[in-house]
C-alpha cells in the first residue's frame, strides 16, 4: 500500500505526540522514584529536583518498613484487595450470569434496580447506617461488603454471558450438566479475558480504597495502605536519622518512598492481564 506525503508526515506528528504524552504520564513517577532513592545530600544539591538518582541508597525505604505505619496497613490493604477482588468476581460473575438467562423470574426488574443504583445512590448517611446497623464498623469487612458488586461491571458480564453461543449450554443440558455445571465448566473457561479484565478493575479499586475507610474504620490498626501514606504524607517535616546508615533521611524522602510502595504492587499486577484488558474490556460491551 503507497502511503502518500501527508499521511506520513500525520503519522510523524501522530507518534511525536504520543511520545510526549507518554513521557509527560511518565515523569512524575520518574521524579517520585529518583527522590526516594536519592540521599538527602544529593537531593538538596540539586534543589529537590531529580528525574533520574544520583547516587542510590534504600535508607528511606529501610524507615519506611521500620518506623512507620506501612507495614501493617500494607498487609490490611493485601486482604482488602485479594478477599474483595475475589469475592467480588464470583458474585458478580453469577448474578450476571443469571440474568443473560431470558427466561429468569423477575430479570426485568433486577435489571431496573441494577440501572437504579448506576444513576442514583443511597447517600453517605444512610450507607454509613446501615453498615453501622449490621456490625460492619470498624471492621476490614466495611470496606468490601458494601461495593462487593460494581452495577457497571455487572452489565459487562451479562452482556458477555449473553453472547456466548447457545448451543454449547444446549448441549451441556442434553448431557445432563446442571446450570451450576454449565457455569463452572463451560461459561467461566470461556470468560478467562473478562474475568481478569473485571478483577483488575475490581483490584485496583480495593487497593485504592480511601474515603469509606476514614469513613467506616475507628482503629488506626485496621487502615488500609491509602490512610497511613495519607498520614505519612500530611506529616510534618522532621529529619527522621536512619542509625544504621550515614544518611539522614527527611520526611519528604520517606514520603516519596511511602508513594512508590503503594504504587508499585498495582504496577506489577498490571503486566499479567494486559493483554486480555482491551480484549476484556470490549467484548462485554458490544451489545446491550
Do not use: C
Not at 21 to 38: C, D, H, K, Q, R
Not at 129 to 158: H, R, Y
Not at 256 to 266: D, R
Amino acid at each position: 500500500m503507497i502511503i502518500s506525503r501527508q499521511e506520513k508526515w500525520f503519522q510523524y506528528a501522530n507518534y511525536t505526540l504520543l511520545l510526549v504524552i507518554g513521557l509527560g504520564a511518565l515523569f512524575p513517577f520518574l521524579y517520585i522514584v529518583s527522590v526516594s532513592l536519592t540521599p538527602t545530600s544529593v537531593v538538596d544539591r540539586y534543589g529537590g529536583f531529580l528525574i533520574f538518582p544520583r547516587q542510590i541508597t534504600f535508607a528511606a525505604y529501610q524507615q519506611v518498613f521500620t518506623n512507620s505505619a506501612i507495614p501493617r496497613s500494607l498487609l490490611n490493604s493485601l486482604f482488602i484487595t485479594g478477599a474483595g477482588t475475589l469475592l467480588s468476581l464470583l458474585v458478580t460473575a453469577v448474578m450476571g450470569f443469571g440474568l443473560a438467562k431470558q427466561g429468569v423470574p423477575g430479570r426485568s426488574v433486577y435489571l431496573f434496580l441494577v440501572v437504579f443504583t448506576i444513576l442514583f445512590s443511597g447517600g453517605i448517611i444512610p450507607t454509613y447506617l446501615v453498615v453501622k446497623d449490621v456490625g460492619l464498623l470498624n471492621s476490614l469487612w466495611s470496606l468490601i461488603i458494601p461495593t462487593l458488586i460494581n452495577p457497571f461491571n455487572l452489565l459487562i458480564f451479562k452482556t458477555f454471558f449473553q453472547q456466548l453461543p447457545k448451543e454449547l449450554e444446549d448441549a451441556a443440558v442434553i448431557d445432563g450438566s446442571s446450570e451450576l455445571g454449565i457455569f463452572v465448566r463451560i461459561t467461566l473457561p470461556l470468560s478467562v479475558a473478562v474475568l481478569l479484565t473485571i478483577g483488575l478493575f475490581y483490584a485496583v479499586f480495593y487497593w485504592n480504597v480511601y474515603f469509606h475507610a476514614i469513613l467506616y474504620l475507628t482503629d488506626a490498626e485496621r487502615y488500609p495502605l491509602q490512610v497511613a501514606l495519607r498520614q505519612l504524607l500530611m506529616q510534618p517535616d522532621p529529619t527522621v536519622l536512619d542509625m544504621s546508615s550515614d544518611y539522614e533521611v527527611p520526611a519528604e524522602t520517606m514520603k516519596m518512598a511511602g508513594v512508590v510502595v503503594s504504587t508499585l504492587p498495582i504496577v506489577l499486577a498490571y503486566p499479567f492481564v494486559q493483554k486480555y484488558f482491551m480484549k476484556g474490556a470490549t467484548l462485554g460491551a458490544v451489545k446491550g
